[in-house]
């Protein structure tokens, strides 16, 4: 799987947008690119996933660049709920396992 | 309820006992993961059941550490002769039928603390 990086921590200003980015310099072809977080004391959720197009749904957008080797999970408009670990995982689709890196700790302050 | 459940939530225990540690799947998931949480950092993969496909027990740390399933439905991860390390949140995940990455749902996970 390839490797990705993540800032440790980011901060954001409650109704403003967050934007994670997430480098994945070695991603191959037929790799996604998924979100989980993960809030404090509560097992990891799923965000949401993409190849190369951008996604959008309830939750979040993910835009991915053209090369994919990078891409930034954007929260139109962070509530303090959204204080969380963030983890951006590259996997083949058809992978049985998700590893986990340590993600971004973001916090959002009022 | 319809999401995973994993007990106990908490237990502390003290070095050189046994554990056991339960996780009830999403009914119907035929994919059982276990990983383990230290405190501050990632999640570590354990050991992942598939349907009737033998385990992969590639993340096991050691030969004290084992887990069970019986069909599709609950799962025991046990650790032998526990040790300070050891202290960690173990989470449990299930997922649906099929090969996809995106479907885990986690449970809300065991904290271990060993004295």
């Known amino acids: 799987d390839a490797k990705t990086t993540q800032p440790t921590s980011m901060d954001c200003a409650e109704g403003r947008a967050a934007n994670l980015p997430c480098n994945h310099s070695t991603i191959s072809g037929n790799e996604y690119v998924y979100w989980y977080r993960q809030i404090h004391s509560q097992g990891p959720q799923y965000i949401i996933h993409?190849?190369?197009n951008n996604e959008t749904n309830e939750m979040a957008s993910l835009i991915i660049t053209e090369d994919r080797k990078s891409s930034t999970l954007i929260l139109p408009h962070a509530t303090l709920r959204d204080t969380a670990v963030y983890y951006c995982?590259?996997?083949?689709?058809?992978?049985?396992?998700?590893?986990f890196g340590t993600g971004t700790r973001l916090q959002v302050f009022p | 309820g319809a999401g995973v459940s994993q007990s106990p939530s908490n237990k502390v225990t003290e070095k050189g006992k046994d554990v056991e540690l339960r996780c009830d799947p999403i009914?119907?998931?035929?994919?059982l993961y276990w990983y383990r949480q230290r405190l501050g950092q990632g999640l570590e993969f354990l050991i992942y059941?598939?349907?009737?496909?033998?385990?992969?027990k590639s993340g096991l740390p050691s030969d004290r550490f084992s887990a069970e399933r019986t069909g599709e439905s609950v799962s025991t991860l046990t650790i032998q002769r526990t040790q300070q390390e050891d202290s960690a949140v173990y989470l449990c995940a299930s997922r649906a039928g099929g090969r996809r990455a995106d479907t885990q749902y986690f449970g809300p996970g065991t904290r271990l603390t060993v004295l």
């Open positions: 059941f598939q349907g009737n496909s033998a385990p992969d």
């Open positions: 995982i590259v996997t083949s689709y058809n992978t049985d396992k998700l590893i």
């Open positions: 009914s119907g998931h035929t994919a």
């Open positions: 993409g190849l190369k």
